[in-house]
């Protein structure tokens, strides 16, 4: 199993436009063959901080959602909102 941590840090008053392109990301994402879980979170403290956790059934799964149609299409525009994201990729352990 692939767990993945994709946290973005947001310009102000542009929150709200990533969350409707999330939503469409995390709709699809959802359905895709591998997908265990997909979900969005808001930062408590700021707001600004949108994460993604995402658990995939192995790195094909993976290696497939990153040439979705959808997944090509969004992710480069919640780019041009961001001011900065992070990305951490954690492999199962126990």
């Not at 993945?4 to 895709?32: D, P, T």
């Not at 959602?65 to 997944?71: L, Q, R």
Request: net charge negative; proline share 1%.
């Amino acid at each position: 199993m692939i767990k993945i941590v994709a946290k973005g840090f947001f310009h102000e008053g542009k929150v709200n436009e990533a969350i409707k392109l999330y939503e469409e990301l995390v709709q699809k994402s959802r359905n895709e063959k591998g997908c265990i879980s997909y979900n969005l979170f808001q930062d408590k403290k700021d707001d600004t901080i949108l994460t993604v956790i995402e658990e995939w059934e192995g790195e094909e799964a993976l290696e497939l959602h990153k040439n979705t149609e959808h997944f090509i299409r969004i992710v480069p525009l919640l780019g041009d909102l961001r001011k900065k994201s992070e990305l951490n990729i954690y492999n199962l352990v126990l």
